[in-house]
């Protein structure tokens, strides 16, 4: 396989799941908004720090209001993060790929890139707002859906995943980044409805309120939301589900290339030494620096994967 | 229903239905215009969702568009396409030879039956290709012969794409559509199939290896990028096959073979279907600007390392002044009859032809000689007066860049339109494939129709559409 290759199916996967992550942080907001009375447009702020884009959302706009920031989410060309900008980018990547992912792959993403050029080409109006976040968050599930049915299990197959999971363990640590002190153990004895609220943004963004619940019941304790999406290993955009995926996809591709890529024993590393604790190791060692450090070998794990499989010359 | 001379493949010169038409009028009859305006936008979805698109230069608010396609297919019958193919064999084999000859002895120049100026002042002469035998003495591995038609018997010969021809996807995608729309089309009428045509290209692109090449070469697809107008085709042809899509910057030169970037290192290319000019193809042998190619890959073609498809150097079979001597050069290199007639053609270089231009102007067709794609070309029957008097100082200043055609009457088909059928213009490019195991065309080609009423420009950056083509195999 090219290294041009991997690398369009690295970044399409990764573009498609980001696309999705931010449509649900736009989900988030909304529901804040729409249920709790009192919402301000810093719910939107914290929104948009999570979702990676307040600092050029400031540079383009005075103030945080909540159509703008919804706008700029959504829909804003200079926002390279931006839903229409990342399915732009990832049918592009797609195309580049054309050869590798199969035809009803490309076709589900073509039809997710014609649905957005469509329907963001103008200003969404509020009353159509939750349709169309529902719908581009159907077609990229239809993308996972048919790469999941469709693909060949080679390293064509590893090289999407280990985009995917990348991008969703950034996108998870980055929620919690945000919004660490909610869940540091003092907050624990003031329970206020803000905290609430707050606990309650956080597993909605990860579309794991239900999840949750299942396992812990209706008695939100944030030392448990911590450990869900941190350490839980069931928990699919968990930091620890993320990196055991990395871990796996690396090993297929060191098998079926029969070599012991640095980035396989990067990732080994994050799992066996970070993610393999408990939370009281986590919370002991500080909650932020953990996450700070998570982000920070991540992204050194992503640029290591670029280098050993030869994405770029 | 036709009018005036034009001969229209459905109906003749008169209302009589001609026979290849037959199966699918009974077909047709039976259908109503309700259901088949459906199928017609079913169509156009399918294709916005394959994502078969061209882009357009020079239009940056459309960056990719779609090319219209016709439901209603072009029937030839198999007496036709035998008669069609045999003449299309002789006529590739014969450019072969060509090609060969003025890379090596010059033959037909000694022979006095092509001026010398016609190689040596020409662009399209690659001097570096002197010399060179390419593996397996093969030159035009694909190749496009356009043809068109103007009666029951009458085709001619229009140009011959020995560059890099495209189209192929369409004329493959166009079928896959009409099977799914209409499967009892199929059931019901014999028609040739067109599908092996990727296995074919294949076999014969692994067939014209180098001799260092192993049992199973591996054969590689070159575009220029994800802009380049013919980009799907690119990567559709290569999908096809089986094989990589590489760009330039994924190729070079190690150990004296042209090896591409894996995600396990460099690995070398036997054979490289490329669909990059032959200009921007190294940037140490031709322009040293080019950002598409392989440094040195020309020196590593010249010692038998790999094989380009098709060879550089082979638009001077497809140059337009050297078209005019065709049918010279069929019987030259095959001692036959040539079985296609070229469309006659007057050299403007020379001074009596173009007298006879300038004075004929508004009835004949005047195209550039090295031009392609409709650009740069003159319809004089349909052309303005502007447009006539600024194409008399343009061949004023450089007849030689010029050659002139009358304008043919070209055969209609209908197309379906909301008010029904109605004839439109168009032509044909069959493509072939030619390899040291002989030469294989695919039965039909691309049909490209005028979408415009009484319009003859089928190109599909002017606005022209496509169609299904059916060969019978009756």
Redesign the interface.
């Known amino acids: ?6 690398n369009g199916l690295f970044w399409m996967s990764r573009y498609l799941e980001r696309a999705e992550n931010t449509v649900r942080l736009i989900e988030t907001g909304q529901r804040i908004a729409l249920t709790r009375s009192g919402a301000s447009d810093d719910d939107w702020t914290s929104v948009l720090q999570t979702a990676g884009a307040l600092g050029a959302y400031k540079e383009a706009h005075d103030e945080v209001t909540r159509d703008q920031a919804i706008d700029w989410m959504l829909r804003a060309g200079d926002n390279p993060s931006s839903v229409l900008s990342t399915i732009k980018t990832a049918r ?1 990547n797609a ?2 790929v ?2 590798a992912i199969t ?1 009803e792959v ?2 589900a993403t ?2 997710i890139y ?1 649905y957005a050029c469509d329907t963001l080409r103008r200003k969404v109006g509020e009353r159509d707002l939750q349709e169309v976040l529902g719908h581009v968050r159907r077609r990229t599930a239809l993308v996972r859906g048919v790469t999941h049915g469709t693909m060949l299990r080679n ?1 064509i197959y590893d ?1 999407a995943r280990l985009g995917t999971f990348l991008e969703r363990a950034d996108n998870t640590a980055r929620i919690l980044d945000v919004k660490y002190y909610v869940l540091l153990p003092s907050v624990r004895a003031v329970g206020s409805a803000i905290d609430n609220v707050q606990w309650e943004t956080i597993l909605r963004s990860v579309s794991a309120q239900g999840g949750f619940r299942m396992e812990y019941g209706n008695a939100t304790e944030p030392r448990d939301i911590a450990h869900f999406l941190i350490l839980d290993r069931r928990m699919p955009r968990s930091l620890a589900f993320c990196i055991g995926k990395i871990c796996d996809n690396l090993g297929y591709l060191a098998a079926s ?1 029969g ?1 012991q890529p640095t980035s396989l024993q990067r990732a080994i590393k994050m799992q066996q030494k970070k993610l393999s604790g408990d939370m009281d190791a986590i919370f002991d060692s500080g909650l932020h620096e953990f996450i700070q450090d998570f982000l920070s070998d991540l992204a050194d794990l992503g640029g290591q994967i670029q280098t050993d ?2 994405f770029v ?1 | 229903m036709t009018t005036g001379d034009t001969y229209d493949e459905m109906w003749g010169r008169g209302d009589d239905l001609r026979p290849p038409y037959e199966g699918y009028k009974h077909w047709l009859d039976g259908e109503d215009a309700k259901r088949l305006r459906a199928k017609r936008r079913e169509a156009d979805e399918l294709f ?4 078969i698109t061209f882009n357009v230069y020079g239009r940056a608010d459309a960056e990719e568009r779609l090319i219209p396609f016709d439901i209603i297919p072009r029937i030839i019958s198999s007496r036709e396409w035998r008669k069609l193919s045999r003449g299309i064999e002789q006529r590739v084999r014969a450019i072969n030879a060509f090609l060969h000859d003025i890379y090596h002895r010059q033959e037909i120049i000694r022979a006095g039956r092509l001026p010398k100026e016609m190689i040596t002042q020409n662009e399209a002469f690659e001097p570096k290709m002197i010399g060179v035998t390419p593996p397996g003495g093969i030159y035009t591995h694909i190749s496009g012969i356009d043809l068109v038609r103007t009666g029951d018997d009458q085709f001619y010969v229009l140009e011959d794409n020995a560059r890099t021809p495209s189209g192929v996807s369409y004329m493959l995608e166009n079928r896959e559509t009409m099977l799914h729309m209409f499967p009892e089309l199929f059931l019901n009428n014999r028609v040739m199939p067109v599908q092996g045509y990727p296995r074919d290209l294949h076999a014969s692109l692994a067939a014209s290896a180098p001799d260092i090449s192993g049992a199973k070469p591996t054969v590689a697809v070159l575009t220029p990028g ?1 802009f380049n107008s013919a ?1 799907y085709e690119h ?2 042809l ?2 096809q096959m089986g ?5 330039g ?2 190729l070079r030169v190690v150990d004296g073979r042209v090896a ?6 460099y690995q070398p290319i036997d054979v490289l279907y490329r669909r990059v000019d032959d200009a921007f193809l190294d940037p140490l042998n031709f322009n040293p600007d080019s950002q598409l190619g392989v440094p040195g890959i020309m020196d590593v073609y010249r010692a038998g390392g790999i094989t380009i498809a098709n060879a550089p150097g082979t638009g001077i079979a497809d140059d337009k002044a050297i078209y005019s001597y065709m049918p010279e050069i069929v019987e030259f290199y095959t001692g036959e009859r040539p079985l296609l007639e070229n469309v006659p053609t007057y050299r403007c270089s020379e001074k009596d032809a173009l007298a006879y231009v300038l004075d004929n102007l508004s009835e004949l067709v005047v195209k550039e000689v090295h031009g392609s794609g409709g650009y740069g070309m003159l319809i004089g029957p349909t052309a303005s007066k502007k447009e006539l008097s600024e194409f008399r100082k343009k061949l004023t200043a450089r007849p030689g860049n010029y050659i002139a055609q009358p304008t043919l009457s070209l055969s209609t088909v209908p197309i379906f339109t909301n008010a029904g059928l109605a004839p439109r213009h168009v032509d044909l490019r069959p493509f072939v494939l030619y390899s040291p195991k002989g030469v294989r065309i695919t039965p039909g080609g691309l049909t490209r129709v005028a979408l415009k009423k009484g319009s003859l420009v089928v190109n599909s950056s002017q606005g022209g559409g496509t169609k299904d083509t059916w060969v019978l195999d009756d």
Do not use: C, P, S
């Open positions: 396989m090219l290294g041009k290759t991997a592009q195309r580049t054309r050869t035809g490309w076709e073509n039809a014609m390293d090289f290339y070599t499989y030869r010359e | 916005r969702l394959t994502g994800i980009y990567a559709f290569a999908d094989v990589e899509l590489v760009e910057h994924d591409m970037r894996t995600t396990q290192g």
